[in-house]
C-alpha cells in the first residue's frame, strides 16, 4: 500500500506560481509518479510524469516550459513547479503512483490516488 498526500495548493493571479507537493508514505520502492488535474465538468486529464529514478519526465503540451516535476526520493517527496499560471490551470490536481512508465498518461494505470489539492488561478 501506498499513501499520497498533496499540498502547496491555493489561490493565485494570473502569470504567479506555485509550487505542489506529494508525500508517499507506505511502500513507495519503484514507483512511478504522476500529476493529474481535474477542472470542474471534465475528465482527469494528465498534466506531468516522472520516472522512479528521475531521469524520465513527461508533460502534457498545454504545460510543457511552464510547469516542472521533480522528486526527492530519499524523502518520498514529488513536486509540481508551476510557473506562468493561467486561468485555465484552475483544478483540483492529483498526484497518483504506477509501476508502467509506459503508461505514465493513462490515469487508469495509476494504483493510488492522493485525495488532490485545489488550484485556483484569477485573471
Known amino acids: 500500500q501506498v499513501q499520497l498526500v498533496e499540498s502547496g495548493g491555493g489561490l493565485v493571479q494570473a502569470g504567479g506560481s506555485l509550487r505542489l507537493s506529494c508525500a508517499a508514505s507506505?511502500?513507495?520502492?519503484?514507483?512511478?509518479m504522476g500529476w493529474f488535474r481535474q477542472a470542474p465538468g471534465k475528465e482527469r486529464e494528465f498534466v506531468a510524469a516522472?520516472?522512479?529514478?528521475?531521469?524520465?519526465?513527461d508533460y502534457a503540451d498545454s504545460v510543457k516550459g511552464r510547469f516542472t516535476i521533480s522528486r526527492d526520493n530519499a524523502k518520498n517527496l514529488v513536486f509540481l513547479q508551476m510557473n506562468s499560471l493561467k486561468p485555465e490551470d484552475t483544478a483540483v490536481y492529483y498526484c497518483g503512483a504506477h509501476t508502467y512508465y509506459s503508461g505514465r498518461r493513462c490515469r487508469d494505470k495509476y494504483a493510488y490516488w492522493g485525495q488532490g489539492t485545489q488550484v485556483t488561478v484569477s485573471s
Open positions: 507506505g511502500r513507495t520502492f519503484s514507483y512511478h
Open positions: 516522472i520516472s522512479w529514478s528521475g531521469v524520465s519526465t
